[in-house]
């Protein structure tokens, strides 16, 4: 034993619970390759199955792209009317200029969301959604 903290016992020092949790482990490593092998057969069945039929046959991909262009588009909509709302709310109080500046411009990128959505761009119309509500957020931190 060379005094290491990572150094194994001997075998012959192994106490029987070593020996007992040994087995387990290397039972457990046999149990996920065989699911492992399992998987590659299932994913290997499956994608042959795709293989022989158009995934745009049942029109089930289309209909999903067509919800999330709506989606993206309507949330872009709706929360650049809600800057566009609170712009001018503010512009006509007593709140510092920039209030009213940060929430017209995060309406408008809310805007360039709703047409990115419209077009079909729902990944880039998210972050723009994203990014439009952090600008108006901080006008509302300005406020």
Known sequence: MSGRPDSDLPPDTQTVQDLR????????????EDVAEADDRDLREDLAEADDKDPRDDGLLDEQARRARWAAAGTGVV?????TAAALLRAS??????????????????????VLGARGRTRRALWA???????????????
């Open 21 to 32: 949790e040994d087995l387990a482990e290397a039972d457990d490593r046999d149990l996920r």
């Open 79 to 83: 929360l650049a009317l809600a800057g």
């Open 129 to 143: 959604a994203v990014a439009g509500v952090m600008i108006m957020a901080l006008g509302d931190q300005f406020d």
């Open 93 to 114: 109080g007593t709140a510092p200029a920039l209030v009213p500046v940060a929430y017209a411009c995060g309406a408008a990128v809310c805007a360039l969301a709703a």
